[in-house]
């Protein structure tokens, strides 16, 4: 379906999606719709079985989270050729496993620097507590390494009741505390409420050491036994040392002491 589109410009769906309350790490609602209506009809030229067809409208259609894969897909191809400039300290990557934080820059190549991974502070489903939580775990950091997730929480007030970060009205305080540390805002994701402003981009690593703000990640929860899953929602802290390791490696790389 999608070589019979040519592919979709997943930067467009993003972009309405800003406009429709979406943050693309814990509300894809919007783009999660903008994506299947996109792709239907292609679907249904190429799946023959209806039984078939059916069964993948209704997966897509039923899971409001479902373009948070592709959002983090495309979180990768956009940072990926950012990798590798001589001097640049603007962070290509974000991850955690449950038990480290890591993060890549681009001037110091594939090397991780990391740190301890925070507890997320949130919200739990029904019959959950923190006693159930993991510590913060996936790769769906990617998301604000390129100015969504947490950095775009502006555009999403609905997602700062869910996630346990206070009033709607304090979402934009995030967004504005991440353009501290950021390079630069993106002209083609803006932000109505904030009088299309565009979301924060281009983690640097100096701001973030001179300032003392790290980066806000909107993030699930997970439970902490194996097969049990989202256990509810929340936010964590990036870990500061793993900018001041990066920051103090790529210095050593340029001769500065």
């Not at 467009?12 to 800003?18: K, P, S």
């Not at 806000?216 to 964590?236: D, F, L, W």
Request: glycine share 12%.
């Amino acid at each position: 379906a999608l070589r019979q589109l040519d592919g979709l410009p997943l930067k467009d769906i993003v972009a309405r999606g800003l406009t429709m309350g979406d943050e693309m790490h814990q509300r894809n609602v919007g783009c999660s719709s903008l994506f299947l209506r996109a792709l239907a009809p292609a679907l249904a030229k190429t799946i023959a079985d209806k039984d078939e067809l059916a069964k993948a409208l209704a997966f897509m259609g039923g899971n409001d989270q479902f373009f948070l894969n592709i959002a983090m897909v495309l979180g990768k191809a956009i940072m990926d050729p950012v990798r590798d400039i001589e001097g640049c300290s603007v962070v290509t990557a974000m991850s955690r496993n449950g038990t480290d934080f890591g993060i890549r820059v681009s001037g110091t190549g594939d090397e991780w620097f990391t740190a301890p991974v925070e507890m997320p502070e949130g919200l739990y489903f029904p019959g959950f507590t923190a006693d159930d939580a993991n510590p913060d775990m996936g790769d769906s950091t990617i998301v604000e390494t390129i100015g969504l997730g947490g950095f775009a929480m502006a555009a999403a007030p609905a997602v700062a009741g869910f996630v346990g970060a206070g009033a709607a009205s304090e979402a934009a305080l995030t967004t504005h505390a991440m353009s501290e540390i950021t390079m630069t805002e993106n002209p083609e994701w803006t932000i109505p409420s904030l009088d299309y402003q565009g979301v924060p981009t281009g983690i640097d690593i100096r701001r973030v050491v001179e300032t003392g703000i790290v980066p806000t990640i909107n993030t699930g929860i997970a439970h902490r036994e194996p097969g049990v899953g989202q256990v509810g929602a929340g936010v964590v802290k990036a870990p500061m040392a793993c900018f001041e390791q990066a920051l103090r490696a790529l210095a050593r790389r340029l001769g500065v002491s």
